[in-house]
Nanobody, 122 residues
Framework: QVQLVESGGGLVQAGGSLRVSCTTS??????????MGWYRQVPGKEREFVGE???????TNYADSVKGRFTISRANRTTVFLEMNSLNPGDAGVYYC??????????????WGQGIQVTVSS
């Protein structure tokens, strides 16, 4: 059974920074054979792509809205980070860790985390 567990969310002031983590379990090879990434969602809107890192760490891809402010990296085979800087209220939402292929499309996501709340105060 594959599990993706997010941690590190919370409340931050506008202009601040926050790092969320995603730890995988259930399959030791999951983080090395799947692309990993992040989506976010606010009430009443569809889940939107934030960014991804390829399984071999050779490429990252970000949504235009976060490019230059957010960074995705891997700590090891089972943990992925999303570093968020210069946060604004528009970045608030539930952030979901995702694993699969070509994560820029929701159809590419094979596994989802349970989501973690990020709140940005103005």
């Amino acid at each position: 059974q594959v599990q993706l567990v997010e941690s590190g969310g919370g409340l931050v002031q506008a202009g601040g920074s926050l790092r969320v983590s995603c730890t995988t379990s259930g399959r030791a090879l999951l983080a090395t054979t799947y692309d990993m990434g992040w989506y976010r969602q606010v009430p009443g809107k569809e889940r939107e792509f934030v960014g991804e890192i390829t399984w071999n760490n050779d490429k990252t891809n970000y949504a235009d809205s976060v490019k230059g402010r957010f960074t995705i990296s891997r700590a090891n085979r089972t943990t992925v980070f999303l570093e968020m800087n210069s946060l604004n209220p528009g970045d608030a939402g539930v952030y979901y860790c995702a694993a699969g292929r070509a994560l820029i499309r929701p159809e590419g996501v094979r596994y989802w985390g349970q989501g973690i709340q990020v709140t940005v105060s103005s």
